[in-house]
């Protein structure tokens, strides 16, 4: 009867083998009675339900994807910094942390970084972001968009449980069988793993329909594909390296899970099955993702070099076609992932060298952005800082790519700390600063405020800082040949280096605190902050033609677009923020529970998997059906705004916006910046 | 738009009838190729693949209306991009795992 009710779910899962897994788990359950405290304690649950939870509107939905990935983003950081002092003190010693531990340790970081950090990450910003510049009311599906958070978030939740019960697998962020077949690892570890990874990627392939259709059918009159802002061409890429390269990660993880759970043979070493079928698929998923997690930095690079250098993006028609082959070439390299793993000399030969090719549009982008910057008026901003030092380290991350590309070299330093240099190399600048200067650049416009600029230079410094110390080092020990994934080693060379790692790794710590603290004090001096008028950066494209916050049908009137620039163009003509003639009823997609149902019996779903507890299965499965179900028979989905509420709210924002002193270029980053920033002479 | 939705119904009809008589005729040469034997083996291989692409076109052309026009443009490039993805992934782990197979033996 025990059996049948909790499964394999028994006393031993709970975390007392070690001091540290102890402690791990307490702050998860720390920091949720926190947070469910505080809700109570600020009678939140109602507002919480009705305005975040049940939510449809791309914007919140945008906002709670960020929420969720800066949680996931403090965990993996604390991780990354546990394993750096780890590998500070290995030196000929255990340290402090065992190996199966520690094997837990690079995988949740990077399942957690490449999954419930980056993705979130990203899909929320463009939520936020896009439909606004696009002028479009919605994404095209805003209840898909609302489960697909629910898929994504039941899987970040599914990491954190994981924490708490049992323990995570130890294969790694790629997982490879045979290892992860149940005969070397028969835990619930690695089907935490496939079911988190399962539920997120299932989520990111709804994503990606649902942008890809967002931008095909809801641009607004007369923004051709050729006028939209970069930033929605690379998300229109993204979408469809998702709809594409999505797929074969969750088939790859089902068949591990048959593997695992009927008993199958598809990646098994005997009776037929073969790995590298699996490794085949994971990086024909794997490559693509890559460019998933960069094309978005690119797209925001694009749009705050512009805007902070006052200028026009020099050559867009190039930057879009080199986007466009970038996200083409990407499915044409995955190979070099496992160029050691058995192919012939000139398979991967060709692999290589359609790597390299990437390089050539890579290039065009940061020759494009230089020239965009070529004697404008550059203004110092947060998100420009990003962008500058991005263009440096990319392309050090980049050159060090084009060495990995060559199969020569690659045998010699795979598999060592060299390729974990490069791929953290291009991660953190080109997806993470990529994210954090959207976060910077798009925050005033999604609450109305702006953030602490000071702070935000503290954060930059620290991130940058950090970064550089923690793994430019490891370029160098791993062309000694350190191993990744080392626990332990024998190497006194290698151990100064370890130092200086951890150094950077204490260094990004403080980046994380800082952005903490970042957030508590511009929270705290919203008021000196706010920037109402909605124009806090002299921005270029739709989405600052309307108040910050926006309202929650973003325009009164969808806007009529006959340029690349078209605010921008409109303010020069002094045609920008008129008032519509007349005001309209505007229909919204109503709140819907239905993301939200799913959420939690998605995560059941996965969570009872893994401990084979099968009525649960039976039953979440059945939730999770049946509410998608019922919902189709619900006509009721529709929620008119009335045009006078629409009406008072655009006059009332248009009064403040005609009182709003516009600021000096100079001092748009002091408190005198009120939402509305004076064309420079 | 046509003044006559009559006669556009019509014609729209004629293309419905015109497809399933392609589509059925694609399907039966292939068939006939197998079950008769009177080409040989790989012109029998020829016969069926040729007959299968030029069955999807029908299937394109007459009943999910994807042409050349402006207005198609979109889903005609769409399609082609999903073609091109398909045989680049396909076709790559054929090769590969293919080559990975025979440096195995
Ligand atoms: C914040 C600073 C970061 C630090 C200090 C850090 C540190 C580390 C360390 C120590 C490892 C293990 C290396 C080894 O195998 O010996 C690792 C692995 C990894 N990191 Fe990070 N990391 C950071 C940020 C990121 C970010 C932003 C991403 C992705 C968006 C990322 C993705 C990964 C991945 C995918 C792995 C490989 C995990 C595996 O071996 O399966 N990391 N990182
Ligand atoms: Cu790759």
């Known amino acids: 009867m025990i059996h049948f009710l909790f499964g394999e779910l028994g006393y031993n899962a709970l975390p007392f083998y070690s001091a540290i897994a102890t402690v791990a788990a307490s702050v998860v359950v720390l920091g949720a009675v926190v947070v469910v405290g505080s809700i109570t304690w600020l009678r939140g649950w109602r507002a919480l339900w009705s305005e975040w939870l049940t939510s449809v509107d791309h914007k919140r939905i945008g906002i709670m994807y960020v929420v969720v990935s800066f949680v996931m983003l403090a965990r993996a950081v604390i991780e990354a910094c546990v394993m750096r002092s780890q590998q500070a003190v290995a030196y000929d010693s255990p340290g402090f942390i065992p190996p199966e531990h520690f094997a837990q340790l690079f995988t949740t970081h990077g399942t957690i970084m490449i999954f419930f950090m980056a993705m979130p990450f990203l899909i929320g910003i463009y939520n936020f972001a896009m439909p606004l510049q696009l002028g479009a009311r919605d994404v095209s599906f805003p209840v898909m968009n609302s489960i697909s958070l629910g898929l994504t978030s039941a899987g970040a939740v599914l990491m954190m449980i994981s924490l708490c019960l049992g323990k995570f697998s130890t294969g790694g962020w790629t997982g490879y069988p045979p290892y992860t077949e149940l005969s070397f690892s028969p835990g619930v570890g690695v089907d935490y793993w496939i079911w988190a990874l399962t539920l997120s990627s299932l989520g990111n ?69 073969n790995m590298m079928n699996y490794v085949n698929m994971f990086w024909l998923f794997g490559h693509p993702e890559v460019y998933i997690l960069i094309l978005p930095a690119f797209g925001v690079y694009s749009e705050t070099i512009a805007t902070f250098s006052n200028k026009r993006l020099y050559g867009y028609t190039s930057l879009v076609w080199a986007t466009v082959s970038i996200a083409v070439l990407s499915f044409t390299v995955w190979l070099h992932h496992f160029f050691t793993m058995g192919q012939d000399g000139s398979v991967n030969a060709v692999f290589g060298i359609a790597t390299m090719l990437i390089a050539i549009p890579t290039g065009v982008k940061v020759y494009d952005w230089l020239l965009t910057m070529f004697r404008g008026r550059i203004r110092l901003s947060v998100p420009m800082l990003y962008a500058s030092a991005f263009m440096i380290l990319f392309v050090v991350g980049g050159a060090t790519g084009v060495m990995l590309a060559n199969p020569g070299f690659d045998y010699q330093v795979h598999n060592t700390l060299f390729l974990v240099a490069h791929f953290h ?7 993470l600063f990529g994210m954090l200067s959207a976060y910077h650049y798009w925050f005033p416009k999604a609450f109305g405020f702006r953030l602490n600029e000071v702070w935000g230079r503290i954060i930059f410094a620290c991130w940058t800082g950090g970064f550089l110390l923690a793994f430019m080092p490891l370029y160098i020990v791993g062309a000694l040949g350190m191993p990744r994934r080392s626990q332990e080693f024998f190497e006194a060379v290698y151990q100064p280096y370890m130092y200086v790692a951890l150094a950077g790794a204490a260094l990004v710590f403080c980046a994380l605190a800082s952005m903490a603290i970042q957030l508590w004090t511009s929270i705290r001096n919203r008021d000196s902050l706010r920037v109402f008028a909605g124009d806090p950066w002299n921005g270029r494209t739709l989405e600052w033609s309307i108040a910050a916050p926006p309202p929650e049908y973003n325009f009164a009137r969808i806007p009529k677009v006959d340029s690349v620039d078209a605010f921008y163009q409109a303010k020069q003509q002094r045609t920008a923020w008129r008032a519509p003639d007349e005001y309209f009823d505007i229909p919204l997609p109503a709140n819907s529970p239905v993301g939200f149902l799913c959420c939690v019996s998605g995560g059941a779903f996965g969570f009872a998997l893994t401990w ?20 189709s028979f619900n006509r009721d989905t529709m929620r008119i705004v009335p045009s006078g509420e629409v009406q008072e709210t655009e006059e009332n924002w248009l009064l403040a916006l005609s009182e709003t002193p516009p600021v000096a270029n100079e001092a748009m980053f002091t408190t005198a910046n009120r939402g509305l920033v004076r064309e420079p002479v | 738009m046509s003044a006559d939705p009559r006669r556009e119904r019509r014609q729209e009809l004629h293309g419905y009838i015109a497809g399933l008589c392609l589509a059925l005729i694609l399907s039966a040469i292939p068939f006939a190729a197998v079950m008769t034997g009177a080409l040989p083996r790989a012109g029998i291989v020829w016969t069926i693949a040729i007959a299968a692409l030029c069955q999807v076109m029908v299937h394109f052309r007459l009943f999910l209306h994807i042409d050349l026009s402006r207005s198609h443009r979109d889903d005609l490039q769409l399609i082609l991009f999903s073609l091109l993805i398909v045989v680049l992934m396909v076709g790559g782990t054929l090769w590969v795992l293919g080559n990975q197979r025979a440096m195995m033996g």
Do not use: E
């Open chain 1, 425 to 431: 190399n291009m991660l953190i600048p080109g997806l």
């Open chain 1, 612 to 631: 084979h507890i099968w009525w649960a299965v039976v039953v979440s499965a059945l939730v999770f059906f049946g509410s998608i179900v019922l919902r």
């Open chain 1, 205 to 273: 392939t709804m994503t990606g329909i649902n942008f890809a259709v967002t931008i095909y059918k809801k641009r607004a009159p007369g923004m051709t594909l050729f006028r939209m802002p970069l930033f929605c061409w690379t998300a229109l890429c993204i979408s469809i390296l998702m709809i594409f390269a999505m797929p074969p990660l969750t088939v790859a993880t089902l068949m591990l899970a048959m593997d695992r759970y009927l008993d199958m043979h598809f990646f098994t070493n005997a009776l037929g099955g």
